[in-house]
């Protein structure tokens, strides 16, 4: 059998018509091209993907079972160590993980190991999972979960399973954290994918509680002296939007990415006015930055009505942090990068709305500390975008509250919290965190690995306290 | 669910609920706020803490009926319930004995400074207050002022009740008087805040204003509620809501809460629409 050098390429929705909906853009394989799709794989012994992967999914194993027809065993496999496969098959920058490594991608195209995740996922999910509540100990040992994002759920899954009795605090009214009211629902379903996962844990019987702020409804501190939680963890995630700085920032119709994303996916403002949160759009509309956030921002500004929708980011195409699929997608349904280009100011009426971004165009010289090329300024090279609205998406930061009322809880100097990267423990003992608030800004992955990391660490640490 | 144990009337469209909410009760401190929905599709509205009951477990929150969400809030009955409610929000009202301090409360901004203004009282301060409204049906909380100041001063737009004057007037002639005062709080619209601002700024005395700007989440997770404050962006709901008058922009903040005017208007019409949907189906 001769191999193909290229994916089976995923069904999805026409570009031009998908541009104007909120359903999912990736419709994902059907049986056959899953199966197609597996048979490419050379179950290599070595497994370089395997390394790939920051929880080391057994890649090969599971493609195997695909490859037969054995989907029960290949979600086993995977939910060995990934407890989200639906999302992080969804959301994973795989081109930088496993894809990266795999032995095909020096010739072709990569085995589709993200896709067929998802396809293994949705099949087992499809089919209903059935979950049995944990018969938890009469005295099992009480952990408190910070913040419900994909480190908190990992945490809590995992030591569920192990017969402790869990509560998830969340501050939002609906649990998931950024994959509620960040990603879009065009990119990760909420009903169908992110609210299964969340119930699913609900089913084992860990309890979530909605509408509590930790750091203001309780501290930490109460919870550990008067709540009766024996172990805590945080995971609260990078909330803090960074703003430019520039003039103008504040005019009507700028928005962080996050208070524009979190209108529409949390609030449901694309459903205005049945649901009751309005969003500001206009005709055009800049997104500042060039990441994942950036790419969801202007692409739900198309879909929300804008005509023109620019990403503007600083450096060159090269470059830009967002998942290579993502990129993909913005570019088929239209929108307008503007590379190599900084804002400097937002301009405004006399009426406080904003009717363009001022910008200058930048060149690529020498590479700076992050090991890219620094952008630098063109003389006399500024120019005005006109638009209606400007989305900043250049980055988000740690949320100090539940840090700046726990005693004894360090702190790096950007204000993360310092905890140890295989266990997440930290400097305040039965404290434990992981995920952005630790790792400042990063994956869907990468935070729940670190819950799971924590979740181990947090056994053993609750296994000697019991001892004791 | 959070349910309403008190429904009360205070003034046309304005209304009083008490609110059982036993976590945020035991919280709560003079100038926090909290956020509620009223239903699945509802908007997040933040409202200002009024009063707090620790042994009863139970909140007041006082709302105009302005746009289409707070009319919806208004709907629900005593025995009902809110959806979400999170809180306490915000920082507390820095809370000291100054000597003299007046406390400035406008139209509906009377229901938050009340607690401030007994918090004040508690701490052994001379309470002055001075509280206004457009005309003496829709003045709120009067008795409820009385019973914390040493000295209530009440004025109406149109004279009906009080001074027919603005709350500045009598706060300017406090100023100008032998009195020391140590601190000025005023809550209230927030053209109302800024010429309180103005008013005591030739004087230096410490003047503090409680903002409350278009916001989302409340935990400094969305950005909306940004105000300049002494050239400085600040997030409301969580550097806030108080800040020093003499530092903040009011032009940019009152810009700020018009964003939203044309759907709010929208939202209104579509929520009429649906509701005489609903009494015709009734009605068959
Ligand atoms: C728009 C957007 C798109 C993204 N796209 C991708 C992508 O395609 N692929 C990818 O891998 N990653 C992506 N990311 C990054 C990824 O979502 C995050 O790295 C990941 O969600 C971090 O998980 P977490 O559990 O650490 O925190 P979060 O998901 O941020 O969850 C933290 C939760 O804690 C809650 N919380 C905060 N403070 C408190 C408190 N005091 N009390 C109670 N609860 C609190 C928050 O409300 C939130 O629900 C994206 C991020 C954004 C914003
Ligand atoms: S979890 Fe992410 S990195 Fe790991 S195999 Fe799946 S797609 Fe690749």
Known sequence: MSLSLNKNPMPEQEPKVRAKNFAEVSLGYTEELAKAEAARCLQCKAAPCRKGCPVQVDIPAFIKEVKEGNMDVAIAKIKEVNSLPAVCGRVCPQEEQCEKYCVLAKRGEAVGIGRLERYVADTARNKGESIAAIDYAPDAQKVAVIGSGPAGLAVAGDLAKKGYKVTIFEALHLPGGVLMYGIPEFRLPKDEVVQVEINNLRKLGVEIVVNAVIGSTFTVDELMEEEGFDAVFIGTGAGLPYFMGVPGENLNGVYSANEFLTRCNLMKAYRFPECGTPIHVGKKVAVVGGGNVAMDGARTALRLGADRSYIVYRRSEAELPARLEEIHHAKEEGIDFQFLTAPTAVIGNKDGWVTGLQCVRMELGEPDASGRRRPIEIPNSEFVLEVDTVIIAIGQGPNPLVQSTTKGLDTNKKGNIAAHEETGVTSKPGVFAGGDIVTGAATVILAMGAGKKAAAAIDSYLQDKKAK | ?284
């Open chain 2, 1 to 284: 669910m959070y349910k309403i144990l008190v429904k009360q009337q205070l003034a046309p469209s304005v209304q009083l609920f008490e609110v059982e909410a036993p976590l945020i009760a035991k919280k709560a401190k003079p100038g926090q706020f909290v956020i509620l929905r009223v239903n699945d599709q509802g908007e997040r509205i933040p409202l200002t803490i009024a009063d707090f009951n620790r042994e009863k477990g139970s909140v007041t929150l006082i709302f105009q009926e302005v746009g289409a969400s707070t009319v919806e809030l208004g709907r629900l009955q005593q025995g009902e319930f809110l959806l979400d409610l999170v809180g306490p929000l915000g920082k507390p009202t820095h809370i000291e004995k100054f000597g003299t301090v007046v406390c400035v409360g406008g139209g509906i901004g009377i229901a938050p400074v009340y607690p401030i203004a007994r918090g004040l009282k508690e701490a052994g301060n001379e309470v002055i207050s001075i509280i206004g409204a457009r005309s003496e049906d829709i003045l709120i909380y009067e008795e409820e002022m009385a019973a914390v100041s040493d000295e209530l001063i009440i004025t109406t737009d149109d004279g009906s009740k009080g001074i027919k004057a603005l709350v500045t007037q009598p706060l300017k002639e406090l100023l100008d008087s032998d009195k020391t005062i140590s601190l000025v709080v005023a809550i209230g619209p927030v053209i109302m805040m800024k010429f309180v601002a103005e008013t005591t700024r030739p004087y230096g005395v410490p003047t503090v204003v409680s903002l409350n700007p278009i916001m989302v989440d409340g935990t400094g997770m969305c950005g909306g509620c940004r105000v300049s404050v002494g050239q400085e962006n600040k997030f409301a709901c969580v550097d806030g809501p108080e800040f020093d008058a003499h530092k903040v922009d009011f032009e940019s903040l009152m810009a700020r809460q018009r964003m939203y005017k044309p759907h709010e208007k929208q939202h209104s019409e579509y929520i009429a629409g649906k509701r005489e949907e609903g009494c015709k189906c009734h009605s068959h």
